[in-house]
C-alpha cells in the first residue's frame, strides 16, 4: 500500500525562478558585486567581479579579502571603510587596485550594509566599478590644461580675457601674471567689471570701441594707450573672438605686447632733436675751403680746432704740401690721392660722410672724423672750389663698439629666444595636435586639412597613423565643391560618420575606399572663419561616438585654433617689433650724430659756456672750459649755482633791469664782470648773454671769456700814464 501527499509548490517555484533571473542579472552586469560577511569573508561574487580578480570562483567565496588583495591593502584601505559599512554607513570611494592579470586599475567602490529580516547587519554588499579609462582620460586632461596654464601663467605676454554678454556688454573675466604686474591690477580686481569701472572715461570709451570693433569684425591688431593708476602705458593688442556653439561670440581673448619704453623712446628722441636743432644753429662745424690747385683759402675756428693747426699753418697753403698723418677706418694710411678734397677734385663729384682717423698735432692725439667734400663748379663744369665740412665722430665710433658688443649678445639672447619659441611653431603644433589626438581617442589616423577657398579644394597638411607600417591614404586634395560634407563643415558643424558604407555622394565614396570605418570631423575656425578640419578614423568602430567625445573633440579643436591664432600673432608682432625697432635705431643714429656735433662745440671751446634757466638764473648746464676756469671739482658743482652769486660784487638792480632791456630789445647782453673761484682766485670775464628756446623752454646761452690778462694789462698802462703825469 502506498501513502502520497501532494504540496503546493509553486510559490516556492516562482521564487527559485525570481532567484534564478536575479543571479543572471547579477552575473550579466559589468560592475564587479560581491558579499562579505562580518568576517571579512567573501559569501558571494559575481561573475565580472571573479573575472577581476583573476582567480576561480571557488578561490574567492570562502576565503578573505586579505586573501584576495593582501594584508597591507586590506588593513590600510578596505577594513576601516568596511567596518565605517558594518556600523551603519553606506561608503562611497575611488582606489588603484593592483589585480594579478591586469594593469593597475582605478575602481570606484560602494559599500551597503547587508541586512537580515530582523534589521540587524549581517555583512556588507561591495559594487565595484572600473573607472581606470575615464580616470586616465581625466590625468590627460589635467595634463594639458596644466601645460596651457603654465603657458597662461608663464608667458611675458599680457593676456586678458573679456566675456561678451547677450545684451551686448563687456565684462572682465581675468589676467595672467604678467598683466597684473605691468599695470598693477590684480585678478580679484578686475573681474566681473566693466571697462568704465576700472579704466577712466576717456580710455574706457575707446577699449569698448574697440571690443565692439571686434565683435563685428573679427580678430584684430592695433596700437593703444591706456592710464592704469597714475602711468600712462602703449600696448600692441591683439582681440582674438571666441564663438560658442550656437556661433555667438562669447568671450574675447586679449594679447598684449607693452611698447611703452619705444614709444618714451621715440619721445625723448624727438624733444633731443628739437633741443639740438636750435642749439647747433648758434654753433657751427669744421669747415674749411680749397682751390682747384688745393691752395687753403678759408678756416674756421671749429676746424682750427678739429685739425688741431692754427689759421696761419694753413692759410695759403696746399693741402696736398702738409703732413696730415691720416688714416681710414682699418687703420691704413690715407695717401694725399684718397682725402676726400683731392677725390672732389678729380672726380667733380661730391664726397659724402668719409671716416678718417685724423692727427691732430697741437694736441697729439687723433680723432675720428666724418667728412663731406662738395666741389663747386663753373658754368663749364670746371672745379672753382671745394667746400668740406667734418665734425668729430670719435664718441660715435667708441658707441658702435659698443654697440657691436651688444648686437653680439643680442644674437646669443635671441638664439634662445629661439628655442624657447619652438612650441609657436605651426608644423610643430600641427604633429603635436594629430599625434595627441589620435592617442587620446585612440583613433586609427588623424588629419589636419586647410581650406583653400580660391581653389576650392581642402589640402591635407598633416597626417598621424597610429600604425607606423601603414603609408598615409593617396587623397592629398578633396574638392570642395558637390560635397556635402565640406558644406556641412563650412557651417560649423561637426560631422559624424559611423560607417561610410553609408555615404551616397561620389566625392565622399572616392575618399572612403581609402580610408575605411567611422569618421569624426572638427572644422577648425580662426578669426571666425573656417580655416580647415581635423579629421579621424576608426577601422573598427563597435559603437558610435558619445556626445561626450564629439564634445571633447570640439574643445580640442578651439585649442588647436587658439594655437593656430598665437602662432600668426606671434608672427605679427615680431614684424611690428622689427619696423619700430629699425624707426628707433634710425632716429638713435640721427640723435647721435646731431649729439656728437653739438659736444664737440660745447666741449672743446675755448671759453666758458653755460646754459641757464631764464626765471631764477640758476645754471642747467655748462661745459668743461667752465670747470677750469671756475676752479670746480667737475660740472655738478656748477650745475644749480645762481649765476650772479659768482661775482665779486652784487647785482645791482639796474643793471639787472638793463640786462633784461638788453636782451628783449638786441636779443643779447654783454658786460666785464669780476667773479670769484671755488679756489677763492678771482679774475675778470666777458660776459655775453644770450636768448635761446629749447624744446619749447626760454633759455640762456652764456658765454664767458677770460680777459684777465687784459685786464691786468690795462690797468697796468693806466698806473704808467699817472706816473707819467
Not at 573679427?218 to 600692441?236: H, N, P, V
Not at 611698447?259 to 628722441?269: D, G, N, V
Not at 626765471?615 to 676752479?631: G, K, M, T, W, Y
Request: aromatic content about 8%.
Amino acid at each position: 500500500r502506498m501513502v502520497g501527499t501532494v504540496a503546493d509548490i509553486e510559490a516556492r517555484k516562482q521564487i527559485e525562478a525570481a532567484l534564478c533571473q536575479y543571479e543572471r542579472v547579477v552575473s550579466s552586469t559589468s560592475d564587479g558585486i560581491a558579499l562579505v560577511d562580518r568576517h571579512y569573508t567573501y559569501q558571494m561574487v559575481n561573475q565580472t567581479y571573479v573575472e577581476r580578480a583573476g582567480k576561480p570562483h571557488k578561490a574567492i567565496v570562502g576565503h578573505t579579502i586579505a586573501d584576495l588583495h593582501g594584508e597591507e591593502v586590506f588593513s590600510t584601505i578596505i577594513k576601516p571603510r568596511l567596518d565605517r559599512c558594518l556600523a551603519g554607513e553606506i561608503i562611497r570611494y575611488e582606489e588603484w587596485f593592483s589585480y594579478p592579470h591586469l594593469e593597475l586599475q582605478f575602481i570606484g567602490v560602494t559599500y551597503s550594509p547587508y541586512l537580515e529580516r530582523d534589521g540587524s547587519i549581517a555583512g556588507v554588499v561591495v559594487n565595484t566599478r572600473n573607472l581606470t579609462e575615464l580616470k586616465q582620460v581625466e590625468l590627460i586632461l589635467q595634463e594639458k590644461e596644466a601645460f596651457l596654464r603654465s603657458i597662461y601663467e608663464g608667458t611675458e605676454e599680457s593676456i586678458f580675457v573679456v566675456d561678451v554678454l547677450k545684451n551686448g556688454d563687456f565684462r572682465f573675466a581675468g589676467l595672467n601674471p604678467t598683466h597684473a604686474r605691468l599695470t598693477g591690477i590684480t585678478n580679484e580686481a578686475l573681474q566681473g567689471k566693466t571697462p568704465e569701472e576700472v579704466l577712466p572715461p576717456e580710455d574706457a570709451a575707446q577699449v569698448r570701441q574697440n571690443y565692439q570693433h571686434c565683435v563685428e569684425t573679427g580678430s584684430m591688431t592695433y596700437i593703444e594707450k591706456i592710464r592704469f593708476g597714475a602711468q600712462d602705458l602703449w600696448w600692441i593688442t591683439n582681440l582674438q573672438p571666441l564663438r560658442d556653439e550656437y556661433d555667438r561670440i562669447y568671450r574675447l581673448i586679449g594679447t598684449s605686447t607693452n611698447i611703452t619704453e619705444l614709444k618714451q623712446t621715440e619721445t625723448a628722441l624727438r624733444d633731443s632733436e628739437e633741443r639740438l636743432r636750435s642749439l647747433v644753429q648758434d654753433v657751427a662745424v669744421g669747415i674749411i675751403i680749397v682751390s682747384s690747385d688745393t691752395e687753403i683759402l678759408m678756416v674756421n675756428q671749429m676746424a682750427e680746432e678739429l685739425l688741431g693747426r692754427s689759421c696761419h699753418e694753413l692759410l695759403g697753403k696746399k693741402s696736398t704740401a702738409l703732413d696730415w698723418d691720416d688714416i681710414h677706418e682699418d687703420g691704413s694710411p690715407l695717401s694725399n690721392e684718397q682725402c676726400p678734397i683731392n677725390q672732389a677734385i678729380v672726380t667733380r663729384q661730391p664726397i659724402r660722410n668719409q671716416v678718417i682717423g685724423m692727427y691732430r698735432p697741437a694736441y697729439t692725439d687723433r680723432i675720428w672724423a666724418l667728412i663731406n667734400a662738395v666741389p663747386q663748379l663753373d658754368a663749364e663744369g670746371n672745379v672753382r672750389s671745394v667746400i668740406s665740412s667734418f665734425s668729430d665722430i670719435t664718441a660715435l665710433k667708441a658707441a658702435e663698439s659698443a654697440l657691436h658688443q651688444q648686437a653680439i649678445q643680442a644674437q646669443a639672447f635671441n638664439r634662445v629666444v629661439q628655442t624657447i619659441r619652438n612650441s609657436l611653431d605651426l608644423s610643430t603644433i600641427f604633429s603635436t595636435a594629430t599625434r595627441e589626438f589620435a592617442q587620446l581617442f585612440e583613433f586609427d589616423s588623424t588629419t589636419i586639412s586647410q581650406y583653400q577657398p580660391e581653389r576650392q579644394v581642402w589640402i591635407r597638411i598633416q597626417d598621424y597613423i597610429a600604425d607606423s607600417t601603414t603609408a598615409s591614404p593617396p587623397v592629398p586634395e578633396i574638392p570642395d565643391q558637390d560635397n556635402p560634407i565640406a558644406q556641412r563643415l563650412k557651417q560649423g558643424e561637426i560631422v559624424v560618420i559611423d560607417d561610410v558604407q553609408t555615404l551616397d555622394d561620389p566625392i565622399n565614396q572616392s575618399v572612403a575606399q581609402h580610408i575605411p570605418g567611422a569618421w569624426l570631423i572638427v572644422p577648425v575656425e580662426v578669426d571666425g572663419k573656417i580655416w580647415g578640419c581635423l579629421g579621424s578614423q576608426k577601422i573598427c568602430q563597435t559603437q558610435p561616438f558619445t556626445h561626450d567625445e564629439i564634445q571633447l573633440a570640439r574643445r580640442f579643436t578651439d585649442q588647436l585654433a587658439i594655437a593656430i591664432q598665437q602662432a600668426n600673432l606671434y608672427h605679427q608682432v615680431h614684424q611690428l617689433n622689427q619696423q619700430l625697432e629699425q624707426r628707433v635705431l634710425e632716429r638713435t643714429a640721427a640723435f647721435r650724430q646731431s649729439r656728437d656735433l653739438f659736444e664737440a662745440v660745447f666741449q672743446e671751446s675755448a671759453d666758458a659756456i653755460f646754459l641757464v634757466e631764464t626765471i631764477s638764473s640758476r645754471i642747467l648746464d655748462c661745459n668743461q672750459r667752465a670747470v677750469e676756469l671756475f676752479e670746480a671739482d667737475d660740472k655738478e658743482e656748477l650745475i644749480g649755482v645762481v649765476g650772479y652769486m659768482l661775482r665779486n660784487e652784487p647785482f645791482a638792480a639796474e643793471a639787472g633791469a638793463e640786462a633784461q632791456n638788453s636782451i628783449q630789445t638786441q636779443g643779447s647782453w654783454s658786460q666785464e664782470i669780476e667773479y670769484t673761484t671755488f679756489g677763492g682766485q678771482s679774475f675778470w670775464g666777458n660776459l655775453a648773454s644770450k636768448r635761446i628756446q629749447v624744446a619749447e623752454q626760454q633759455m640762456a646761452l652764456v658765454r664767458i671769456t677770460d680777459i684777465s690778462h687784459r685786464k691786468q694789462t690795462e690797468l697796468y698802462l693806466q698806473r704808467q700814464a699817472e706816473a707819467d703825469h
